[in-house]
């Protein structure tokens, strides 16, 4: 009973408990980065470690780290899903507000409605139960056969105006009942729905070891076994939102997700056995409205879903912990006396709890200065080449550099001075030296000097020193870091390499060629014989220091610490730690882990490192992290189940009847020699965290490729072989590496390439060889035979041309024979008789003039075989002149050439054109039209020169009946000329005639 109790007494206990703080990371997927929706409506984890999620706008499945929408849900509009469940046949069932209920069996969806029987389409929830599946809706409950998917409806209709809704089930013993949202609970039969309690408005429910808890706007009822299959009234027990899921996690605590439907106001439960509290705060969580919680015990992860801002994921046991320190950057920290003391933009901060605290804030800083800066005046006055800060600096100017412990004492440096301070926080003294670089040596202040060369220093208290500069090419300038152990100082210079001050002598390892690197970040003493160096290209050496010679034992490339920016090294147990811009390297042998914000340890920039009793103290632009080096080495490693999700062959994606379980059937591929273009798509099946790996794969077992890391890998032009395929998968955040067979391929070779037909082809040729040396004789002796039906087909070749050239000029008398109408020649000699009875002479003479020449050139061209387009042209224009005389020049003639056409150079048969424009003449005008048109258009189309013949006259149709057979026999004339010409069968002379006008439309061919 003492998880009831706790139920009645947590109103009181949530709002009073205070917590120890615990770091749990947490990642958000939300609208915009992978979902469509901040409203989850339910999450569901199924045995194979899928993880489902549902909104209004579809199904979703977690993929790496990102939530891929499943099309063929979409594709039959199944959306609104409100349940998810997994059957004893591993196949998985969603229950659709709106839509009824699909089951997918990782190649099919099978989708009911109440089309197939369901009780309503509104479900709500759905279990199994005695081998069926329940679903609960509006109206009562669907029981579904698993096997053959037949239904038995349980209806129940209101007898109130409220609907009868059944929204959830639990079990008691071998019973299943369900609860209704205003009529009370009832015992679920094959047959019927027994009423067993009225418990008022419910909202949720569940049984819990021998007890029945229901949840609703009111509050929490709780009733034992008995009390509720008694019907035993009971009030509420306590007063709380509504909790709408809850799960057993990590080190046996539960995790209970609440709201109200009122107020939206919600949180997450936390119940360890013994006492409850609120974790809302304690998960950075605001302003959420939790219904969904899933654990996932494979990563000891829970995820939470709620109605306003996404999904939200949680990981348990990390060896990180994070101390906020006030919205304030850490700029060093130190470990003294089993304390942590950290200089931040705030202040001087100590831990030594669980939170840090500040002791000396900035003002007490800015106090100190100002108390003994004038004290310090006289002194700085006899040393005019001494580096001074700067007197016209604020408060809000002031900027901490470094922290140095140094004789049980605190030394911070900053850019209004050097500060001395107790362990307690109180300022012991200050000195007016501004220096970014600084340590201690032998009781003396070494000071890098902004303006170059080294300051050592023999009494602080009178600012009395020894400066140093670069007059023995041994002294360091551009310090840019400074690191010590009990004998030396080692000084890193930007430009001039690696220094060592000791015994008050300077030296430098780039000029006596013991390290060669001139370009140094940082430098780190790691103990009293080894010595950190980072690079400024990012490559980190490890050197071991004998006396007064260095020796590189290890250099780690910028390439296996990805970054070239370099912020720290540290090293514990053997153990490296190199912080970077990028992440943070944890170097164990030949294991590297990476850890960054996929882990929790989320930071702009890193500031500053220490070691703390086998921890790593690391600080950032807002706190800093304490890393349990010890298990993050001890991560268990697990090997990762890797699928193929898609493959696509030259372009061409398989089908998703391919894949099972989102993952390809067929792993063992034979393609084709021009299927030759693979894109294959994998996933690693629900990684702890899913951008710690890289991979890289090889054939055969051959040569690796360079890393990457992308889930896709892009194979071109493969050759024709056999390829298995392997991956290499390397988890950043536990060092380990796996080898998984991935694929195997075998492209065959073109069919020309294949032994079997190479070995028939080389049999065909040598058949073929003895054939030829046989028939070699044959044809010896039929060779002049063959010679006599050359000369014979030479011969036919010679007739076949004579009768060819014979039937060009039959044709071309034709066409001289058909270029004239005799109605033409007549009506000319008629218009010459009637100027000469008229005694027109003027006029006679001139059509007879015309005549002649008319004549001469139908003479002159039609000796040739092609004119010019210019001479055809001319050739028409005085046809139409003679024409328009006798019509007394009521024909309007024009010729339109398109400017491209070269009428010089292009050549047609001779008077081609005469005839149809004589047609326009002769058939086409109405004597009564007091404006007659003839138009030609010639233009290029493609190949060939198209020439356009119109008229405005009364169309063919109106005229078929008049010289049909001179029509006939010019047209035809004409379609043979343009055959000839063209060296085709084709039809190149076509006709478009109406009311309005005809047109005669002629392609000739253009030869270059």
């Known amino acids: 009973m003492q998880f009831l109790r706790l139920f009645i007494l947590s109103i009181f206990i949530l709002t009073g408990i205070n917590v120890k703080a615990q770091y749990i990371v947490s990642e958000k997927y939300m609208d915009g980065n992978s979902l469509d929706s901040n409203e989850i409506l339910d999450m569901y984890m199924d045995s194979r470690q899928f993880l489902w999620v549902t909104t209004k706008y579809g199904i979703y499945i977690k993929d790496m780290g990102k ?47 109440e089309k197939n029987g369901l009780v309503s389409d509104l479900v709500s929830k759905i279990i199994t139960h005695d081998g069926k599946i329940y679903a609960a809706g509006v109206n009562g409950i669907s029981i579904i056969n698993m096997d053959d998917f037949s239904i038995k409806k349980i209806e129940q209709k209101s007898t109130t105006k409220r609907n009868f809704h059944v929204i959830t089930f639990f079990e008691l013993g071998k019973k299943l009942y369900a609860c209704t949202k205003y009529h009370g609970v009832f015992e679920v039969t094959d047959n019927e729905l027994k009423f067993v309690y009225d418990s008022g408005e419910i909202l949720n429910s569940y049984s819990y070891r021998n007890n029945v808890i229901f949840s609703s706007i009111k509050g929490i009822k709780i009733l034992s076994n008995t009390e509720f299959l008694n019907n035993v009234p009971k009030e509420n027990s306590v007063e709380l939102p509504i909790i709408w899921d809850y799960e057993k ?42 219904n969904r919680i899933v654990y996932d015990k494979f990563n000891n992860v829970a995820y939470i879903s709620t109605l306003n801002q996404g999904l939200m994921r949680f990981v348990f046991n990390t060896p990180y912990k994070y101390y906020p320190t006030d919205h304030s950057s850490v700029e060093s920290i130190k470990e003294f006396q089993s304390k942590e003391y950290l200089i931040t933009s705030n202040g001087l901060y100590v831990n030594d709890g669980d939170k840090p605290r500040i002791i000396t804030s900035k003002n007490e800083f800015w106090k100190s200065y100002q108390n003994n800066k004038e004290k310090f005046k006289k002194i700085l006055s006899s040393k005019p080449k001494f580096f001074r800060v700067n007197e016209n600096l604020r408060e809000f100017d002031m900027k901490f550099y470094r922290l140095e412990v140094e004789n049980g004492n605190l030394w911070v440096n900053s850019n209004i001075g050097l500060f001395k301070i107790n362990t307690f926080g109180k300022i012991l003294s200050y000195y007016p030296i501004y220096t970014q670089y600084f340590s201690f040596n032998n009781n003396q202040l070494i000071e890098a000097q902004p303006s170059g060369g080294m300051k050592i220093y023999r009494n602080l208290d009178q600012i009395d020193y020894d400066y140093i500069s670069d007059g023995g090419n041994n002294i360091p300038d551009n310090v840019v870091s400074i690191s010590r152990n009990s004998k030396a100082i080692f000084i890193g210079s930007e430009f001039g390499g690696l220094y060592k001050y000791e015994n008050g002598v300077f030296t430098s390892y780039f000029r006596n060629n013991q390290f060669n690197e001139k370009k140094i970040k940082l430098v780190k003493a790691l103990g009293e014989d080894k010595l950190a160096v980072a690079t400024q290209f990012g490559d980190v050496y490890i050197i071991k220091i ?24 540290e090293e514990v147990d053997g153990k490296l730690i190199i912080g970077s811009f990028s992440n943070i390297v944890v170097v164990n042998g030949d294991k590297f882990y990476y850890i960054d914000k996929a882990q929790g340890v989320n930071y702009k920039t890193l500031s500053a490192s220490a070691v703390n009793q086998g921890n790593i103290l690391v600080g950032t632009d807002n706190g800093y992290y304490l890393i349990n080096l010890e298990s993050v080495a001890n991560i268990q490693p697990t090997q990762p189940k890797i699928s193929i999700t898609g493959l696509q062959i030259n372009n061409h994606k398989l089908d998703r009847d391919q894949f099972y379980w989102f993952d390809l059937k067929n792993k063992n591929l034979s393609l084709t020699h021009d299927q030759n273009n693979i894109f294959i798509d994998f996933t690693i099946l629900n990684p702890k965290y899913s951008t710690k790996y890289k991979y890289r794969y090889r054939f055969n077992k051959e040569e690796w490729s360079e890393y990457f890391t992308d889930e896709v890998i892009r194979f071109n032009s493969l050759k024709a072989g056999s390829y298995a395929i392997e991956l290499e998968i390397t988890n950043l955040s536990d060092g380990n590496k796996s080898i998984i067979p991935l694929i195997d391929l075998k492209i065959y070779p073109p069919f020309y390439f294949n032994p079997f037909f190479l070995s028939g082809l080389s049999i065909l040729i040598i058949l073929l060889f003895l054939k030829y040396y046989r028939n070699k004789i044959r044809s010896i002796n039929e060779i002049n035979q063959l010679k006599i039906k050359n000369i014979q087909e030479i011969k036919d070749e010679e007739n076949k041309r004579i009768t060819l050239e014979k039937k060009f000029s039959e044709v071309r008398l034709m066409a001289l024979q058909g270029q004239m109408n005799p109605h033409f020649i007549f009506n000319i000699l008629n218009s010459i008789q009637y100027y000469i009875i008229d005694n027109d002479v003027n006029n006679a003479l001139e059509s007879l003039s015309q005549f002649a020449k008319l004549i001469r050139k139908m003479l002159e061209l039609s000796s040739k075989n092609e004119i010019t387009l210019k001479q055809e042209i001319n050739f028409l224009e005085l046809y139409v002149k003679i024409e328009n005389f006798r019509y007394k020049n009521k024909i309007d003639f024009k010729i339109d050439i398109n400017p491209d056409i070269d009428i010089y150079n292009i050549h047609i048969p001779p008077m081609l054109l005469q005839p149809l424009v004589e047609n326009c003449f002769v058939h086409a005008f109405n004597p009564s039209v007091a404006t007659n048109k003839i138009n030609i258009y010639i233009t290029k189309c493609s190949n060939f020169l198209e020439i356009i013949i119109e008229d405005n006259g009364k169309g063919m149709e109106q005229n078929k009946n008049k010289d049909k057979f001179y029509e006939s026999k010019g047209l035809g004339i004409i379609r043979e000329r343009l055959q000839l010409f063209n060296g085709s069968n084709d039809e190149f002379l076509k006709f478009e005639t109406n009311s309005n006008g005809t047109k005669a439309i002629l392609a000739l061919k253009l030869f270059n």
């Open 546 to 569: 004998n006396k007064d010679k260095l020796h590189i034992i290890r250099k780690i490339s910028s390439k296996s610490i990805d970054s070239v920016n370099i912020n720290f090294v």
């Open 67 to 113: 939530f891929k929408l499943l099309k063929r849900f979409k594709e039959i509009k199944f959306n609104n899903v409100y349940d998810i469940f997994e059957d004893k046949n591993n196949n998985i069932w969603f229950a659709s507000y709106g839509h009824g209920v699909a089951r997918f069996d990782g190649s099919k969806v099978v989708h009911l409605t």
């Open 249 to 290: 996690v990590a080190n046996n605590k539960i995790w209970m997700v609440t709201h109200d439907i009122v107020s939206s106001a919600g949180g997450i439960l936390e119940f360890d056995g013994t006492s409850m509290k609120s974790i809302t705060s304690e998960l950075n969580l605001a302003d959420i409205v939790p």
